[in-house]
Structures are given as structure tokens and as C-alpha cells.
């Protein structure tokens, strides 16, 4: 109960189905699966979590130096799949959570069935033979931006990692839920995924995987879903024709026709 608590894990759907556990990305929390976590309620047992310092987490939990690494937050999915039991599960992972769920399937790979990658990125910085969409100084420049006003800097950001900007309620959404979130921890998780770099992590992942990528996203470009692709020893990869970082807001029905169709459900 401990970590149900700790995780604010919520479990739907059918008690006797193949675990699907939905983890979300940066700023964000278990709210953001609102649209496309029910359609799996009746073939699946739906388990929702927050991360350390999002929603309705346990913040005294958080500890900066354990959190430094992505590996922390896959000892924490492995640690709630542990604590209810979870086999066969299929993890659906947006934007950072993607990475992470590589990290906790690479370290027990009998645990997973399948992985949905939803606007993945292994880094988000250029170099000279990868595409990752900023150069180093945009990212710092962003992370220090980020330092010195985390809230001004969500009210500017999150409409730009939303997209859509003919639909301004999403963005709102989206930063909102960044201003929700504990500041202190945002910033260090901000730096954490911003700063990783996790393709050399991508061949190691042997669990069949779903690459979903929108056609036109700020954050994860083209270039970065089908480098994903070409990195996974066994992956499909769907492009939605669709703007913006998250589509589980924007495009839910596009976004689980696609998870449907990869899950069998």
C-alpha cells in the first residue's frame, strides 16, 4: 500500500486482463491519459501512477541525487509493477516516460509483452550525425530560463510543446498541469530529460515496440521517431498526421486506434 500511495497508483478496467500501465511525460500527470486510458478499460487491467513530485504523489519522497538519472524513475515503474504483481504488461510511455520505460524493460525484460513509445526522443540534442532538434545551447539556454522562472517559462512553453494553436484550451491545459507541478522537482527533472542521452540504450531493448510519432512536434521531430525505429531490434512505427507533442490531449482517438491496433485489442 506504501507504494500505492507514493505513486497515487489508480487501477481500472478488468481485474483478470493483461496489465496496461500508462506513465506520462514531463509536467504532466496521470490526468493526461483521461481520453485514451478508458478505451482499454474493458479488455485490459489499467493501471495510472504519478511520478515523484507530479499529481497526486508523495513530494517527501523525492531525492535529488537518486533522481539525477532516468534509472530512478524505471526503478520506479519496475517497483509498481512489483508491488501489484504485473506480468505481461504492456507500458505505454509519452515523451520522456518513453525512455524510461527502455530503461525498466531492458533491466527485466521477461516482465514486458509490449511497449507503446509515444513521441519518444533517446536526446534531445544535435551532434554531427544525429538529429535530435535543439542545438546544446538551446538547451541550456531553455534550463536556465527554466531556473529563473519556472512558471513564466511554462506559460511561455507549454503552448509551444501543445501545438494547435487553434485550439488555445490545450495549451492552457498543459500549462496548468506544468504549474501544478512542484517547481524544485520540475526544474531537476527538466534537466534530467533534457540532458540524457539514451541511444546507445535502444538496441538493448528486445520487448516488441510501438513508435508513435505526430508529423509535426516541437519537441520530437520526424527525424528523432524514425531514429527511434531504425535503433529497436523489433519495432513498428506509426506517424499520426497530427500537430503537436501530445496527442493523448490533442488526438486521443487517433492516438488509441493506434495502441489498439498494436495491443490487439
Known sequence: ?????????????????????????????????????????????????????????????????????????????????????????????HSVSAMIGALAAIREPERFAKLVFLGPSPRYINDETYTGGFGEEDIHELLDSLDSNYLGWSRAMAPVIMGNPDRPELGEELTESFCRTDPEIARRFARTTFLSDNRADLPRVTTPTLVVQCSNDAIAPVAVGEYVRDALPDSRFVLLPVTGHCPNLSAPDQTADAIAAFVGE
Not at 73 to 90: K, P, T
Open 1 to 93: 500500500m506504501d507504494v500505492i500511495r507514493r505513486y497515487n497508483v489508480n487501477v481500472t478496467g478488468r481485474a483478470d486482463g493483461q496489465p496496461m500501465v500508462f506513465a506520462h511525460g514531463f509536467g504532466c500527470d496521470q490526468n493526461m491519459w483521461r481520453y485514451v486510458a478508458p478505451r482499454f478499460e474493458k479488455n485490459f487491467r489499467v493501471v495510472l501512477f504519478d511520478y515523484i513530485g507530479a499529481g497526486g504523489s508523495d513530494l517527501g519522497a523525492y531525492d535529488p541525487e537518486r533522481y539525477a538519472s532516468l534509472d530512478a524513475y524505471a526503478s520506479d515503474v519496475l517497483e509498481i509493477c512489483r508491488s501489484l504483481d504485473l506480468q505481461n504488461v504492456v507500458f505505454v510511455g
